[in-house]
C-alpha cells in the first residue's frame, strides 16, 4: 500500500509540475483575453488541488500509523535489550526490522514533502493568475477564499511533515540509517516516561486531526445543502420551461386543428365556386355569339378563377397564419416575463456557484437565439399581414376586373396580360409564405432541441450532486473509523494503567507481608533459643550434681582398695564430660545462629541451602550428644531417665528449628513466584 502511495505521489507531482509549465508557457496567448477559458483552467486546477491535498492527508495519517509502529518496535527493542532471556538472533531480526521501517518512512516523509512543495508552486502561480485577472469579474473573490483555504491546508499539512520528520530523527537511528551497535550489548534505557509522554502527544495531535475533519465535513455538509438547494431552483426554472413549452405545444395543436378546419371551409368555397362557374357556363351557351369569341377567354378565365381559389385559401391560411401570429405575440410576452424571471435567478446561481456559469451562458444565448428567432417571427409575420392586405386588395381589383370582363367582353384581352402577372406574383407570394412557415417549424425545432439541453443539464447537475454525497459518506466514514481507534487507544490506556497500579499495590502488599513474617519468625527463633538455652543449662547443672555424687561414692569406696590410678581418670572422664556438655550448648547456639541467617538470607537462594543447613545442624547436635554419650560410659550400667528425656527434648528443639526455617523459605519462594 505504501508502495502504491509513493508511486502515486510520484505521478500526482508530475502531473503538477506539467500543468504547471504548459500552463505558464500558454497563458499569455491562451487566456489573457478569455475570462471564459481562464474560469475553465482556475476551476481544473482548484479540484486538482483539493483532491491532491486530500491525498495528501490521507498519506499523513498512514505515515502516523507507520510511526506508531516503528515507536513500537524501538520499544520491543529496549525490552529485550534489558532482558538477557533472548537470543542475540531475535535482536537482530528486530533491530533490521527497524532499519528498515526507518528507512522507509523517511523515504516516504522526503517524498510527501516534495509533493507538498510542487503544490505550493501550484498555488503561488494560481494566485498570481488571479491577481492578474481580479479586476475583470467579481467571482475572482471566490476563488481567492479557496486560495487562502488550500494555503491554509497545505500550511497544516508541512507542519505536521515536520513533526513525524522530527519524531523520526529521535527514534534512535545511526546516520546511515543503520542501527548502531548490533554486536555490542545493548545500553539501558530509562526513558520510558518520555515515551509515554510522546504517545500521549500523539494521541492528543490525532484528537486535533479528527476535530479538523469535523470541522471539513461540517463544511462539506453545508456545501452539500447549498448544491441542493441551487439544484432545487434550477429544478423550478426547468419546470416551468416545460410548462413554457408544454403552453407552446398546445397552441401550435390548436393552430393546426384551426388550419384544418379553414382548409374545409375552403374546400367548400371552391364547390359553391364551381356550382357558379356551371351556372356561367350555362348562361353563356345561350349566347350564341359570343359563345366561339370568348370560349379563349373562358378558359383563361377558369385558369384565373383556380388562381383566386388559391389565393382565397392562402388567403385563409395567412388569417390563421394572422391569429397564430397573435397568440405567438402573447407567448412572447409571456416568455419575456419568464425570461426575466429566469435572468434574475440566473444572476443569483451565478453568484452562488462560478461552475454553473458556463451552462447558464449557453441557455443566455439560447435564450437571445429564440428572441431573435421570436422577432424575426414577428417581421414576418408583419410582412404576412401587409401581403393579405395587398391581397385583399388584389382580389377587390381581381374582382372588380372580373365585373369589368364581364361587363366589357371588348377589354378582356387587354386585362387577361395583366391578371397573368398578378396571378404570377401570387404564386411567387404563396412560395414566401410557405418559406416563412418553414421557418416557423424550424423556431420550433429550435425550441425543442433548447428544452432537451435543458433537461441534459439538469441530469448532468444531479450526477455532481450524487458524487458530491459519496465524497461527503466516504469522509464520514474515515471520520468513524479514526473515532474508533482513538476510543480503542484511550481503552487500552486506561487497562494498562489500571494493571500498572494493580501491580504496584500487589508488590507493596507482599514486601509488607515478608517484613511481618520476618519479624515474627525473628521472636519466634529468639523464644526458642532461649528456651533451648535454658533447658540445656539446667541439664548441664543436672548432670555435673550427678557426676559429683558419682565422683564422691566412687571415692569411698575406692579409697580403700588403693586405686588411685581410677579416680584420677574419672577425674578426667568428669572434666572431659563437662567440656562435651558446654561444647554441645556450643554448638546448639551455632545451628540457632545458622538457622538465624539462613531466614535472613535473600529469598533467591534456593530451598536445598535451607535444607542442608537444617541438616547440619541436626547432624551437629547429634554430633554433640554422641560426645556427651562416650563420657558417660560408666552410668551405662545405672540407667537414668532424665538424662534420655533431656536429650530428645534437645533434638525435638533443634528439629523445630530446622522445620521453621524450611517453612519459612518455603513461603518467601511462593510469594516471588506469585509476584
Same mark, same amino acid.
Given at each position: ?14 502531473? +503538477? ?44 495519517? %498512514? ?11 524501538? %520499544?520491543? @527493542? ?77 500550511? *497544516? ?27 555490542? &550489548? ?10 509515554? !509522554? ?23 455538509? &453545508?456545501?452539500?445543502?447549498? +448544491? ?5 431552483? =434550477? ?13 407552446? *405545444? ?11 378546419? @379553414? ?28 359563345? *366561339? ?14 388562381? $383566386? ?22 407567448? /412572447? ?34 435564450? #437571445?437565439?429564440?428572441? #431573435?428567432?421570436?422577432?424575426? /417571427? ?62 416557423? &417549424? ?9 428544452? *432537451? ?32 481507534? %482513538? ?6 490506556? =486506561? ?13 507493596? &502488599? ?14 519466634? =527463633?529468639?523464644?526458642?533459643?532461649? $528456651? ?61 545462629? !545458622? ?21 547440619? =545442624? ?24 532424665? %538424662? ?28 516471588? /513466584?506469585?509476584?
Amino acid at each position: 500500500m505504501d508502495e502504491y502511495a509513493a508511486q502515486n505521489a510520484d505521478a500526482s507531482d508530475a502531473e +503538477l509540475g506539467e500543468i504547471h509549465a504548459h500552463e505558464g508557457v500558454t497563458f499569455d496567448s491562451k487566456y489573457m483575453g478569455e475570462t471564459e477559458s481562464f474560469d475553465k483552467y482556475a476551476i481544473e486546477v482548484l479540484t486538482r488541488v483539493d483532491l491532491d491535498l486530500a491525498y495528501s492527508s490521507e498519506k499523513l495519517v %498512514n505515515l502516523d500509523k507507520l510511526l506508531m509502529h516503528v515507536l513500537a518496535c524501538e %520499544n520491543d @527493542l529496549e525490552a529485550m535489550s534489558l532482558d538477557n532471556g533472548h537470543s542475540s538472533v531475535n535482536l537482530i531480526e528486530k533491530a533490521l526490522v527497524f532499519d528498515f521501517l526507518s528507512g522507509f518512512l523517511d523515504s516516504e516523509v522526503e517524498v510527501l514533502n516534495d509533493f507538498m512543495v510542487a503544490l505550493h508552486r501550484v498555488l503561488v502561480d494560481t494566485r498570481e493568475k488571479v491577481d492578474a485577472f481580479g479586476y475583470m469579474r467579481e467571482e475572482f473573490i471566490v476563488m481567492e477564499d479557496k486560495l487562502n483555504d488550500s494555503e491554509e491546508l497545505l500550511k *497544516w499539512s508541512q507542519e505536521q511533515v515536520l513533526e513525524i520528520r522530527k519524531y523520526d530523527e529521535g527514534t534512535g537511528l545511526s546516520g546511515n540509517g543503520g542501527f548502531a551497535g548490533m554486536d555490542e &550489548q545493548p545500553k539501558l534505557h530509562t526513558d520510558t516516561v518520555e515515551q509515554k !509522554r510522546h504517545i500521549l502527544r500523539m494521541l492528543e495531535k490525532s484528537l486535533g486531526r479528527e476535530l479538523y475533519l469535523e470541522k471539513k465535513l461540517s463544511e462539506f455538509k &453545508q456545501n452539500e445543502e447549498d +448544491l441542493k438547494l441551487k439544484l432545487h431552483l =434550477t429544478e423550478q426554472v426547468a419546470f416551468c420551461m416545460e410548462e413554457a413549452a408544454e403552453v407552446v *405545444w398546445g397552441r401550435f395543436l390548436e393552430a393546426e386543428n384551426t388550419s384544418e378546419v @379553414l382548409m374545409g371551409i375552403s374546400k367548400e368555397m371552391v364547390g359553391r365556386l364551381q356550382i357558379n362557374q356551371f351556372n356561367k357556363n350555362g348562361s353563356m351557351k345561350q349566347e350564341d355569339e359570343a359563345k *366561339w369569341k370568348l370560349l379563349d377567354c373562358m378558359e383563361q378565365l377558369k385558369g384565373r378563377e383556380n388562381a $383566386m381559389r388559391k389565393l382565397e385559401m392562402r388567403i385563409g391560411e395567412l388569417i390563421t397564419d394572422n391569429f397564430e401570429v397573435g397568440a405567438l405575440r402573447e407567448k /412572447v410576452k409571456l416568455l419575456e416575463e419568464k425570461l426575466k424571471e429566469s435572468d434574475s435567478r440566473i444572476k443569483s446561481a451565478n453568484k452562488s456557484n462560478e461552475e454553473k456559469e458556463e451552462q447558464l451562458r449557453q441557455m443566455e444565448s439560447i435564450i #437571445e437565439s429564440m428572441k #431573435e428567432d421570436i422577432d424575426i /417571427v414577428e417581421s414576418r409575420a408583419e410582412s404576412a399581414e401587409a401581403k393579405i392586405t395587398q391581397l385583399t386588395e388584389t382580389n377587390m381589383e381581381l374582382n372588380e376586373d372580373l365585373s369589368f370582363h364581364r361587363s366589357t367582353n371588348e377589354s378582356n384581352a387587354k386585362k387577361l396580360s395583366l391578371v397573368e402577372k398578378q396571378l404570377r406574383e401570387l404564386e411567387i407570394q404563396q412560395q414566401h409564405a410557405k418559406a416563412s412557415s418553414e421557418a416557423s &417549424q424550424e423556431q420550433q425545432n429550435m425550441l425543442y432541441s433548447a428544452i *432537451w439541453d435543458m433537461e441534459i443539464l439538469i441530469e448532468e447537475l444531479k450526477s455532481k450532486v450524487s458524487k458530491a454525497e459519496v465524497k461527503t459518506e466516504n469522509a464520514e466514514e474515515q471520520c468513524i473509523i479514526l473515532s474508533e481507534n %482513538n476510543i480503542e487507544l484511550t481503552k487500552e490506556v =486506561t487497562f494498562m494503567r489500571t494493571e500498572i497500579e494493580r501491580l504496584e499495590t500487589a508488590l507493596e &502488599q507482599a514486601s509488607d507481608i515478608k517484613v511481618a513474617s520476618a519479624k515474627d519468625i525473628n521472636v519466634k =527463633t529468639n523464644v526458642i533459643m532461649d $528456651m533451648v538455652l535454658s533447658s540445656l543449662a539446667d541439664a548441664n547443672k543436672i548432670l555435673v550434681a550427678k557426676l559429683k555424687k558419682s565422683e564422691r561414692s566412687t571415692s569411698d569406696s575406692l579409697h580403700e582398695e588403693g586405686i588411685g590410678d581410677d579416680v584420677s581418670c574419672l577425674s578426667s572422664k568428669t572434666g572431659a564430660t563437662n567440656g562435651s556438655c558446654g561444647e554441645a550448648s556450643e554448638a546448639v547456639r551455632e545451628s540457632s545462629s !545458622r538457622n538465624f541467617k539462613a531466614r535472613e538470607s535473600p529469598k533467591d537462594a534456593p530451598v536445598f541451602e535451607s535444607e542442608v543447613g537444617s541438616s547440619g =545442624t541436626t547432624n551437629g547436635a547429634t554430633d554433640a550428644v554422641q560426645k556427651l554419650e562416650p563420657e558417660s560410659e560408666f552410668e551405662a550400667r545405672k540407667p537414668n531417665v532424665t %538424662n534420655r528425656f533431656l536429650v530428645y527434648l534437645a533434638i525435638i528443639v533443634l528439629l523445630l528449628s530446622s522445620l521453621a526455617s524450611y517453612i519459612f523459605n518455603e513461603k518467601s519462594i511462593l510469594s516471588g /513466584v506469585d509476584i
